[in-house]
């Protein structure tokens, strides 16, 4: 495996081994030994699965506030996205900066999404799965997030009118929020 510092701290993009031929690929999708060789400690407990049916599907920007802050490994099984994430560290040099990263199927590519980091994506493909592996548990109490069009933060979706759930449409804007990292 290949690990990629992004501009953002302790975020890392994982480019894994791929062996591939006429039956397939094997690849080697998470080791603790390689993770924590390279700077990655998260202890990892809980696995979660999404379908996006269709093009345009905008899942964010969430976080989970301590004590329940979450780390993430996330990836996408199959169909493509445009994945985010901002520094929400307020004594962080890149505090309210954004990175995004083509993640997909093809490329195989995985990110590192660590804990104080608000994350979404938007789905490019029709039938998009994405997974991601947690280091907490989820807990309903201390989510939250950042409207997707904050116009502080500029993100360029490069999409219009994207499909979002009831909940993600009354996000706060970032010069709204307080941040508990």
């Not at 199959?78 to 962080?92: A, E, F, T």
């Not at 993100?155 to 508990?180: C, G, T, V």
């Amino acid at each position: 495996m290949e690990f990629i510092k992004t501009t953002l701290k302790d975020a890392t993009l994982i480019k894994p081994r791929i062996f591939q031929d006429n039956r397939g690929f094997f690849m080697e999708s998470y080791s603790k030994k390689l993770f924590e060789a390279n700077g990655i400690t998260a202890n990892f407990v809980q696995d979660n699965h999404s379908l996006s049916a269709e093009k345009g599907v905008l899942r964010g920007l969430h976080f989970q506030a301590p004590p329940f802050a979450q780390a993430k490994l996330v990836r996408v099984t199959r169909g493509k996205v445009y994945d985010v994430i901002i520094d929400l560290h307020k004594n962080s040099e890149t505090f309210g900066k954004w990175e995004g990263f083509e993640l997909s199927a093809q490329n195989f590519q995985m990110l590192f999404v660590p804990k104080g980091f608000a994350h979404g994506f938007i789905t490019l493909e029709d039938n998009t799965e994405f997974q991601y592996k947690c280091d907490e548990y989820y807990s309903k109490e201390s989510e939250g997030g950042i409207i997707w069009n904050d116009p502080d933060l500029n993100i360029n979706w490069n999409f219009e009118n994207p499909i979002l759930s009831d909940k993600d449409k009354l996000l706060p804007k970032f010069k709204d929020f307080e941040s508990p990292f």
